[in-house]
């Protein structure tokens, strides 16, 4: 079972939520959540990573504005709560706390120095902005809100990425699907998959908009593209 450890940057510290595989020294993988913060499904997403081989560790990204925070139930009010911390969510620092992770979960005890990023939503926008700015082994974004609005990046990404783009996407018009896809189109190191027929938030296990196929295949596609890049 998964358990807490506490991660020291330089204005505080932060919990994050660790599951570690059977062996004795395995990959890492940050995990960065949606807007209901490290959740039972983040936990979860967590837990897929240890049974294939990954040390996975989340960071609470909240930890700033309501440390510890955890929505599962999907009630309005949940919703209105998780978009007003997204809203207000320094995303420039948060970058920057999530290459702090990077830089702890590479020293960290089994790790072997090899470290990926995944996130949903808001985790995938802040994979896609990480790597960006400081890069990481390997990268996947689900999803990721608001990435139209940083496009002017992609050409700063060179390590490999994947992005998985639901197109009925509530959050992520086609508009912005059409950037997503044109602004990495002639970068070789980032490859976009589109899912036809899917919402927003396909892989979260106990969403409204879970789709077992679609969530089978992107997250068999994460779990290859990992084991490839952080071997």
């Not at 490290?38 to 990573?49: F, G, W």
């Not at 620092?93 to 949903?120: E, P, T």
Request: overall charge negative; hydrophobic content about 45%.
């Amino acid at each position: 079972m998964g358990d807490y450890l506490t991660i020291a940057v330089a204005d505080g510290s932060f919990q994050a939520f660790v599951e570690r595989p059977a062996a004795d020294t395995a990959p890492m993988v940050i995990v960065l959540h949606e807007v209901f913060g490290v959740n039972d499904d983040i936990r979860a997403s967590c837990r897929e990573l240890a049974d294939r081989g990954f040390i996975a560790l989340a960071p609470d990204l909240f930890w700033r504005q309501e440390p510890g925070l955890a929505l599962s139930h999907w009630t309005e009010a949940e919703w209105q709560k998780g978009l007003a911390l997204y809203q207000a969510y320094d995303r420039d620092r948060g970058a920057q706390d999530i290459a702090d992770v990077i830089h702890f979960a590479r020293a960290l005890d089994g790790a072997s120095g090899k470290v990926g990023v995944m996130g949903y939503c808001l985790g995938g926008l802040m994979t896609f902005l990480t790597t960006a700015r400081h890069g990481a082994d390997a990268s996947v974004a689900y999803y990721p809100g608001s990435a139209e609005d940083y496009l002017a990046e992609s050409d700063k990404v060179e390590t490999p990425m994947i992005v998985h783009l639901a197109e009925q996407d509530e959050f992520i018009t086609p508009a912005a699907q059409t950037a997503i896809h044109g602004a990495f189109a002639d970068n070789p190191q980032v490859e976009v998959f589109a899912y036809p027929g899917c919402h927003h938030a396909f892989a979260r296990h106990t969403g409204v908009h879970f789709d077992a196929d679609a969530a089978a295949l992107a997250n068999g596609r994460t779990w290859s593209f990992l084991r490839e890049r952080l071997a």
